[in-house]
């Protein structure tokens, strides 16, 4: 009987220790201090959500007028103008500034409409199956099959260059890899327990879904889209230097870029297009680094 009691006690106690233990750090807890580690990915975000301060307070930051003209015609930096001014006028640190809000309002727009659409196409396809599930990853390999600057210049050159333009059809046009990401999440997530316990308890198939399946397959997502701010940046900055993208007198760092056009602008005016071009390359290379932390903070064989 002692070694009985003893026994029960162990197998009553254990749980309960394992449960403090594993009480004390969450796995958001986990996932944050392991991001924090990633020294890139610690920088990268301050440097962001500097950026994003930077474009929210932009009339607070700098009190000149992105489109006013000065009587100085691509002037070097002074002390008046930090930057100098472009072959316009304009002060050149004042529009790049007011250039944040395009890329970030690019960035963010179309990565949410795609990610929306390429969560709810994927996660059909992959729960239901069968016809469903060929139609939608036929359709995915149709879009995929296009080479994507090729067609989205295609569509632009249709409807016209925009703001609002760009960033509709960047966000139609960019999900399906976002569908096939969930669509392989869901696929591996549909056959465990606790969805088929919720489908013998007769809940409903948008529950199971979008409460059950797609809270668990939410990593993989926020890692494809911090990757695809990126990317829609470098494709609006690519279609602005074609001058297919934002049209001046709108500031945006790639249709600031289309300066440089001109042998004589690289050689002998810089600053004309070095700051676009740099801080293109910054915001891209610290989104990619945030990608990288959130990759490896929210890997499932790292938090168990």
Same mark, same amino acid.
């Given at each position: 009987?002692?070694?009985?009691?003893?026994?029960?006690?162990?197998?009553?106690?254990?749980?309960?220790?394992?449960?403090?233990?594993?009480?004390?750090?969450?796995?958001?807890?986990?996932?944050?201090?392991?991001? #924090?580690?990633?020294?890139?990915?610690?920088?990268?975000?301050?440097? !962001?959500?500097?950026?994003?301060?930077?474009?929210?307070?932009?009339?607070?930051?700098?009190?000149?007028?992105?489109?006013?003209?000065?009587?100085?015609?691509?002037?070097?930096?002074?002390?008046?103008?930090?930057?100098?001014? /472009?072959?316009?006028?304009?002060?050149?640190?004042?529009?790049?500034?007011?250039?944040?809000?395009?890329?970030?309002?690019?960035?963010?727009?179309?990565?949410?409409?795609?990610?929306?659409?390429?969560?709810?196409?994927?996660?059909?396809?992959?729960?239901?199956?069968?016809?469903? /599930?060929?139609?939608?990853?036929?359709?995915?390999?149709?879009?995929?099959?296009?080479?994507?600057?090729?067609?989205?210049?295609?569509?632009?050159?249709?409807?016209?260059?925009?703001?609002?333009?760009?960033?509709?059809?960047?966000?139609?046009?960019?999900?399906?890899?976002?569908?096939?990401?969930?669509?392989?999440?869901?696929?591996?997530? $549909?056959? *465990?327990?606790?969805? $088929?316990?919720?489908?013998?308890?007769?809940?409903?198939?948008?529950?199971?879904?979008?409460?059950?399946?797609?809270?668990?397959?939410?990593?993989?997502?926020? *890692?494809?889209?911090?990757?695809?701010?990126?990317?829609?940046?470098?494709?609006?900055?690519?279609?602005?230097?074609?001058? #297919?993208?934002?049209?001046?007198?709108?500031?945006?760092?790639?249709?600031?870029?289309?300066?440089?056009?001109?042998?004589?602008?690289?050689?002998?005016?810089?600053?004309?297009?070095?700051?676009?071009?740099? !801080?293109?390359?910054?915001?891209?290379?610290?989104?990619?680094?945030?990608?990288?932390?959130?990759?490896?903070? !929210?890997?499932?064989?790292?938090? $168990?």
């Amino acid at each position: 009987m002692p070694l009985l009691e003893t026994n029960i006690k162990k197998e009553i106690e254990t749980p309960i220790a394992y449960s403090e233990i594993a009480g004390e750090e969450t796995p958001f807890q986990l996932i944050v201090k392991r991001f #924090m580690k990633h020294r890139l990915a610690f920088v990268g975000s301050l440097f !962001m959500i500097f950026i994003i301060l930077v474009a929210i307070f932009a009339p607070a930051i700098t009190p000149k007028n992105p489109y006013q003209v000065y009587e100085e015609f691509s002037a070097p930096p002074s002390a008046e103008h930090w930057l100098g001014t /472009d072959q316009v006028g304009r002060d050149i640190f004042t529009r790049l500034v007011y250039a944040s809000r395009v890329s970030m309002l690019v960035g963010l727009g179309a990565v949410l409409i795609y990610s929306v659409i390429g969560t709810i196409l994927g996660a059909i396809s992959g729960y239901f199956g069968g016809w469903v /599930d060929i139609l939608l990853m036929r359709l995915t390999d149709v879009f995929m099959s296009f080479p994507g600057l090729m067609l989205i210049l295609v569509v632009v050159s249709i409807l016209g260059p925009s703001l609002l333009n760009i960033i509709w059809i960047l966000g139609l046009l960019g999900w399906p890899s976002v569908a096939r990401l969930v669509r392989g999440s869901v696929l591996s997530l $549909k056959h *465990v327990d606790f969805v $088929k316990s919720g489908v013998v308890l007769g809940l409903s198939t948008p529950r199971i879904l979008f409460q059950h399946i797609l809270p668990n397959a939410i990593a993989p997502i926020l *890692v494809q889209a911090t990757f695809g701010i990126a990317a829609s940046i470098i494709v609006e900055a690519s279609l602005s230097f074609l001058g #297919m993208g934002v049209q001046p007198p709108t500031a945006s760092w790639g249709n600031m870029l289309t300066d440089a056009q001109s042998l004589t602008v690289l050689t002998s005016q810089p600053w004309l297009w070095v700051p676009p071009g740099i !801080m293109i390359v910054l915001v891209v290379l610290a989104i990619n680094f945030i990608g990288d932390g959130l990759r490896d903070a !929210m890997d499932p064989k790292a938090l $168990k």
